[in-house]
Structure formats: C-alpha cells, structure tokens
C-alpha cells in the first residue's frame, strides 16, 4: 500500500477556501500533510490516523513573536510559512470548526497586505516594461513579450483582490 | 484628540472591537482577551487569533491601546486615555439605543 501521497495545488491569495478544503478532506480521510514545498502549491502527506482539522491560511509579511504565541495557545500548529510570509494553520476540532478569522474585516486586511506587496511591484514591471519600449532592441524582443504576460498577471492579481475586498464590504453592511 | 472625532472615527464598532477593548480595562494578553470575551459572552461571540491580532495591531497603532509590559513572549496590553474615552462614549451610544428600544417596546423585558 502506497504510504506517500504527492498533490499539486494551485490556489489564489484571495480564496485560499479551495485549498484548505483539500487539505481538510485528505486528512478526513487519514492522509496527513507533512510538507509544503514550490511556494505553497506541492503538497505531501503520509498515511496516518483520520482526523477532523480546519486549516487556515493568513498572509503576514511582518509579524512580531506575539503572532506565533498567540496562535499557539488557541492550539494551531504551524504546518507550513513562506513565500514571503504565508503561513498554513491546523487546528483539530470536535463540532465547530475553529477559524483564525472571525470578521470579514480581517480578510479585508489580508488582502491589502496583498495589495501593498503587489502595488510597487507592479509600478515597477511597468517601469521596466517602458524602458524596454523606448530601447527597442530586437535582442530583448521576448523580454518585452514576457513583461506583457507579466502585467497582465498583475492586472488580474489586483483587479481580484480589490474585487474580494468589494465582496467582504458588503457583506459587513448586510 | 477631540470628542466629536473619536465618535466620527470609531465609532460605532464592531462587536469584536468593543469586547476586545472592553476586555482591556485591565491589563491582558491577546489569548487572555479571546479567554475573557468567550467567558463574559458565555461563548456566543469567539474571536480568531488572526483577527485579535490584526485588531490588537491596529487599536496599537491608533493608540487607543499600549503595550503595558512583555511576558514570556506575550504583549499585555492595556487602554490609553483615548481608548478609555472611546469604550464610555459606545457605552453611552448602546445606553441610548437600549434605552429607546425599551421606552418604544414599553419595557417589556
């Protein structure tokens, strides 16, 4: 019997809900996650005891040790952080399943620590994408292709996230 | 900073944002917080360690909260003057609306 199972995931910094949802069921049904590697899309778990966990994930480029603490001694285990401060909890429940966010306020935030990494960078491709126009060196062709399919990427990245944020708005003033 | 201008700016808050402040009237931790607001709401209202941390932050930066001292790894935080302030003008704002709701509903509790 195959005792390590591999599974490749890609999942959106908005709507991680896909991902955890995996996770959840695989160790629902006694597959434990062991390892996250390829910033955060290459699962791996080992054959073990099922179990009823949430998992959460929280995007904090900057956090002080208070962060860890904290969800510490609400019983989450850190499974997983990096890429630049994702960090994947699991917390194993009986009725409730638990949540590291309990306001639509807090994924609000989320996404616009998202946004404030994603903004300058996206100052920058375009930046570098108009020098690349002015210099117009046959030899940089592709680059300049690549920039194209870059900023398009950044386009959709902010365009979601300002979406979402939308989305939580109005479900607080509901 | 001025009465109209906390009321404008904080004003009405969310419930978690009122218990948490609420919860720091005396000195505690962000576990202690989310222990107390379970316990006084008898555990209608449980807040996520992401978001008492996000919300800790952000009262920090507002100064309506400051650290008072660090234990074992842990920030305990307490109200500064402003947050003082805050918490009895939401208090007076939900005494009005309690208060209205029983004077229109004739009292019926």
């Given at each position: 019997m195959k005792t390590i199972k591999t599974v490749w995931f890609f999942w959106w910094g908005w709507s991680p809900d896909?991902?955890?949802?995996?996770?959840?069921?695989?160790?629902?049904?006694?597959?434990?996650?062991?390892?996250?590697?390829y910033y955060?899309?290459?699962?791996?778990?080992?054959?073990?005891?099922?179990?009823?966990?949430?998992?959460?994930?929280?995007?904090?480029?900057?956090?002080?040790?208070?962060?860890?603490?904290?969800?510490?001694?609400?019983?989450?285990?850190m499974k997983w952080t990096g890429a630049g401060g994702w960090y994947l909890w699991k917390?194993?429940?009986?009725?409730?399943?638990?949540?590291i966010f309990t306001e639509s306020s807090s994924l609000i935030e989320r996404n616009n620590r998202l946004l404030k990494l994603l903004t300058p960078l996206f100052a920058m491709l375009i930046i570098i994408f108009v020098l690349?126009?002015?210099?117009?060196?046959?030899?940089?062709?592709w680059l300049t292709y690549l920039y194209v399919v870059l900023i398009a990427l950044y386009v959709y990245m902010i365009a979601q996230l300002q979406k979402f944020n939308r989305k939580l708005k109005n479900e607080i003033r509901e | 900073m001025e009465t109209e201008l906390l009321i404008k700016?904080?004003?009405?808050?969310?419930?978690?944002?009122?218990?948490?402040?609420?919860?720091?009237?005396?000195?505690?931790?962000?576990?202690?917080?989310?222990?107390?607001?379970?316990?006084?709401?008898?555990?209608?209202?449980?807040?996520?360690?992401?978001?008492?941390?996000?919300?800790?932050?952000?009262?920090?930066?507002?100064?309506l909260i400051m650290q008072d001292r660090e234990i074992d790894r842990k920030k305990i935080f307490k109200l500064t003057d402003d947050g003082k302030r805050v918490i009895n003008l939401e208090l007076?704002?939900?005494?009005?609306?309690?208060?209205?709701?029983?004077?229109?509903?004739?009292?019926?509790?």
């Open positions: 896909n991902m955890e949802n995996m996770l959840e069921r695989m160790e629902a049904s006694g597959w434990k996650l062991f390892q996250v590697d955060g899309i290459r699962f791996k778990f080992t054959r073990g005891q099922e179990e009823k966990v949430r998992y959460s994930v929280d995007y904090q480029p900057v956090v002080d040790e208070n962060y860890l603490t904290l969800f510490d001694e609400d019983g989450w285990e917390k194993p429940y009986i009725s409730v399943r638990p949540e690349l126009l002015i210099l117009q060196n046959p030899r940089l062709q | 700016k904080y004003l009405p808050m969310t419930e978690s944002a009122y218990y948490i402040l609420l919860s720091l009237n005396e000195p505690r931790h962000g576990y202690g917080i989310m222990q107390h607001v379970e316990e006084i709401t008898k555990g209608r209202i449980k807040i996520g360690p992401g978001t008492i941390y996000g919300t800790l932050s952000k009262l920090e930066s507002e100064k007076l704002r939900l005494k009005e609306l309690y208060d209205n709701g029983m004077i229109e509903m004739g009292g019926a509790i």
